[in-house]
């Protein structure tokens, strides 16, 4: 242990970026998102990590992790995950807590890359070489202009031949208008791409039975959380009754969150974030989890932190290419992929880790801790 680089320094920053229009899902809305960055230090190397999450969550990290992974090996990413596993037992590990050690852990994993001069996937062995894409938005808020205009961007300018609508609207209240965007949705992008929707567990399962006929229709292959996450023995009837995959996971935590929706058999694809389930470490366990079932991965939003990982597991069906955080890593960091075509090529330019740097001009503004 002594002759290896150590991890000298953790720190925190918190950037809050206002959205582009009022947005909304069926069971939230929002106006602002927060990105909680973490940066590992050793030497002149640093590595970065981040999630979505509270500006708390910086506090967090500074209060019960940052002591607990400073001294240890730079190399030795597996055992600051599990110290930091053990030194947020009494704080509560889901929520919060989980997200911090998320970031942590993939700030450590992109110092390691670093410290070896490789492109993160290389470091953990690419399954493949591109990692497919779907376009992630089309919001409740949205006017049946606002979404036509996007969805036509991520099909027609970009190329990206699969699509995700926002569902379930006022918890579930508006389902005529639900499916009136959908076809809607259908029309913008044509017979050729896929359409998904996501109802955020707004519905109840007499509801999801209900809309899925009229999803189906329209050719609808991906229901996201018909209904919440937390009841696993619906999403299993569900999924057992739809004509369309049935999807879930963004919530997970930990990992035996992940065990317990996969012996459930809830889902058709399992879906992880990297920046919530603990980071890289954790969420290779989870695709090997369901790779051992048969079970695609896909991972949820963030996907410049998801990347790289992504292209590393041999059951990935794809990556949420989502309009949020599209915007904010763009506007936060250099390195951004571009996804025209329907996929990304991570690490194909050669650059260490993630292949991310802060831009400090442009996200100064929006720094708020």
């Known amino acids: 242990m002594s002759d290896q680089p150590a991890v000298e320094a953790v720190d925190t920053a918190v950037y809050t970026v206002p959205t582009d229009a009022p947005e909304a899902d069926g069971t939230l809305a929002w106006e602002r998102t927060t990105l909680v960055l973490v940066t590992a230090r050793c030497a002149s190397t640093t590595g970065l990590g981040y999630t979505y999450a509270p500006a708390a969550t910086a506090h967090v990290v500074r209060e019960l992790l940052a002591d607990t992974v400073t001294g240890l090996p730079a190399f030795d990413v597996p055992r600051a995950n599990e110290r930091m596993c053990r030194a947020a037992r009494n704080a509560g590990l889901p929520g919060v807590a989980a997200q911090a050690i998320s970031a942590v852990d993939i700030a450590l994993w992109d110092l390691k890359a670093r410290l070896l001069a490789l492109p993160l996937v290389r470091l953990l062995g690419a399954a493949r070489d591109d990692v497919p894409v779907y376009g992630s938005g089309a919001f409740t808020t949205y006017d049946d202009g606002r979404q036509d205009r996007q969805l036509r961007g991520w099909t027609e300018e970009q190329g990206i031949p699969r699509v995700k609508i926002k569902i379930g609207e006022s918890w579930g209240a508006r389902e005529a208008r639900d499916l009136e965007r959908v076809a809607r949705a259908r029309a913008s992008i044509g ?37 919440s996450s937390d009841h696993l023995g619906t999403l299993a009837d569900l999924r057992g009754r739809l004509p369309m995959d049935v999807t879930a996971g963004e919530y997970g935590y930990t990992l035996p ?18 920046t919530r389930c603990g980071g890289i470490t954790v969420w290779l366990r989870a695709a090997a989890l369901a790779h051992a ?35 904010i890593e763009r506007l936060l ?36 801790q």
Not at 257 to 274: G, I, K, S, T
Not at 305 to 325: K, M, T
């Open 191 to 227: 017979d050729a791409a896929e359409l998904y929707v996501d109802a955020n567990g707004a519905y109840t399962g007499g509801q999801a039975v209900r809309t899925a006929h009229g999803l189906a229709e329209e050719g609808v292959t991906w229901f996201e959380e018909p209904v």
């Open 257 to 274: 969150y992940f065990e317990h929706m996969l012996a459930a058999r809830a889902v058709d694809c399992l879906q992880a974030d990297v």
């Open 293 to 327: 079932r048969g079970i695609d991965i896909s991972g949820h939003c963030a996907p410049h932190a998801h990347a790289q990982v992504a292209a590393a597991v041999p059951n990935l069906r794809h990556l949420e290419w989502f309009h949020d955080h599209v915007r």
């Open 333 to 368: 960091f250099d390195g951004a992929l571009d996804p025209g075509g329907g996929s990304i090529v991570p690490g194909a330019d050669g650059a260490p880790g993630l292949g991310l740097s802060l831009a400090e001009k442009r996200a100064e503004p929006y720094r708020v």
